[in-house]
């Protein structure tokens, strides 16, 4: 039989912590009184000086300005692979359709499908059934 983890909501974090701060009561007489370890009301109070109003964020989500980072992290490494595909595609970009699907055959280990039809104006669907096309015997 395996125990399921007990998970708390922000706000009883917060509580707990307000509690032990108002109180005048040690960490272990309002770890018991709430039912949690004083080694966790512990670690909820230095998180709780640390972050402030923003502490305790919720389970898979970054603090504010860390997932404002990760954001501007990823806009910046599609910007870099757009600026990549445009140094090595840019005599493509007033080519026909085919060649432009060419250029993206020739290059989709490189960089990613999608977003190379997004920077020459094509659609993936168009370059799929180029791709699955049989060459024409003209």
Excluded: N
């Excluded at 917060?14 to 109180?23: D, F, K, P, Q």
């Excluded at 104006?121 to 791709?131: E, H, K, L, T």
């Amino acid at each position: 039989m395996t125990e399921t983890r007990k998970t708390y909501t922000r706000g009883f974090k917060i509580e707990a912590v307000r509690l032990l701060e108002t109180t005048g009561k040690t960490q272990t007489q309002v770890a018991d009184e709430l039912g949690i370890g004083s080694g966790t009301l512990s670690r909820w109070k230095k998180k709780y000086a640390a972050g402030g109003e923003e502490a305790f964020p919720g389970r898979g989500q970054l603090p504010p300005e860390k997932e404002r980072i990760r954001q501007l992290e990823r806009e910046a490494e599609r910007l870099r692979q757009e600026r990549d595909i445009l140094r090595e595609g840019s005599g493509q970009l007033s080519a026909p359709k085919q060649v432009r699907f060419a250029f993206i055959e020739d290059h989709r280990h490189r960089f990613p499908v999608k977003r190379m039809c997004k920077v020459f104006g094509v659609s993936r669907s168009g370059y799929y059934a180029w791709r699955e096309r049989q060459v024409s015997a003209r």
